[in-house]
Nanobody, 128 residues
Framework: QVQLVESGGGLVQPGGSLRLSCAPS????????VGWFRQAPGKEREGVSCFAQREGSLWYADSVKGRFALSKDLAKNTLYLEMNDLKPEDTAVYYCAADEDLYYSDYLGCFEGDFGSWGQGTQVTVSS
């Protein structure tokens, strides 16, 4: 059974940084497309960053470009989202997601309906 577990959320002041982690079980990251999504109160879940593991497939939402970075450590089988210069509007529950069918495809984007496996989410609150 494929499972994903996020960690690393918390309360941070504007301008601060956090690193989220996503540890999958039941599969290895190097054979799945991966992504980070977020859902703010009263809003729909939106894509933050996704990667089909093919050169040129790394995608970021315009709102986080230059501030957030998706990375992975295959030795630890862990996905990360490094978040810098955080703003109050980044406050949300953050989810990691994975999908085997999208792996190494022509996929370029970050759409909720395209990913089949999800974590439970971790809360990020940016406030002074």
């Amino acid at each position: 059974q494929v499972q994903l577990v996020e960690s690393g959320g918390g309360l941070v002041q504007p301008g601060g940084s956090l690193r989220l982690s996503c540890a999958p079980s039941g599969f290895t990251l190097d054979s799945y497309a991966v992504g980070w999504f977020r859902q703010a109160p009263g809003k729909e879940r939106e894509g933050v960053s996704c990667f089909a593991q093919r050169e040129g497939s790394l995608w970021y939402a315009d709102s986080v470009k230059g501030r957030f970075a998706l990375s992975k450590d295959l030795a630890k089988n862990t996905l990360y989202l490094e978040m810098n210069d955080l703003k109050p509007e980044d406050t949300a529950v953050y989810y990691c997601a994975a999908d085997e069918d999208l792996y190494y495809s022509d996929y370029l984007g970050c759409f909720e309906g395209d990913f089949g496996s999800w974590g439970q989410g971790t809360q990020v609150t940016v406030s002074s």
